[in-house]
Nanobody
Framework: VQLVESGGGSVQAGGSLTFSCAGS????????MGWFRQASGKEREGVAR????????YAADAVKGRFNISQDAAEDTVYLQMNSLKPEDTAMYYC???????????????????WGQGTQVTVSS
């Protein structure tokens, strides 16, 4: 099982970045794919997730309206489009997945056994 993330980097506040998460060794269908982040000195937190079988999504309150998670089934890839970035969005970002449906109404770290290596996002003011 291997997830490959790409798209991190540095951006000024108000800017945009797009992450992609590819691979896993499993078909994209019927997986819960999530994006998480961990700022220095803080716990890892859920950002957004998508249930690939039906395309249902969830975004945490801190990013709702600014971040959008989507999928490309043909490419077995999940994307996280991040807009209107703020300095408090600075963190290491990870994608992860679990087989089967997502937990309703949340994106919980402990639900996800398979993780990517992470990619850094730095937002300067």
């Amino acid at each position: 099982v291997q997830l490959v993330e790409s798209g991190g980097g540095s951006v000024q506040a108000g800017g945009s970045l797009t992450f992609s998460c590819a691979g896993s060794g499993y078909p994209l269908s019927n997986k819960c794919m999530g994006w998480f982040r961990q700022a220095s000195g803080k716990e890892r937190e859920g950002v957004a997730r998508i249930y690939t079988a039906i395309g249902s999504t969830y975004a945490a309150d801190a990013v709702k309206g600014r971040f959008n998670i989507s999928q490309d089934a043909a490419e077995d890839t999940v994307y996280l489009q991040m807009n209107s970035l703020k300095p408090e969005d600075t963190a290491m970002y990870y994608c992860a997945f679990r087989l089967g449906a997502c937990r309703a109404g949340t994106v919980f770290v402990r639900d996800f056994p398979h993780w990517g290596q992470g990619t850094q996002v730095t937002v300067s003011s």
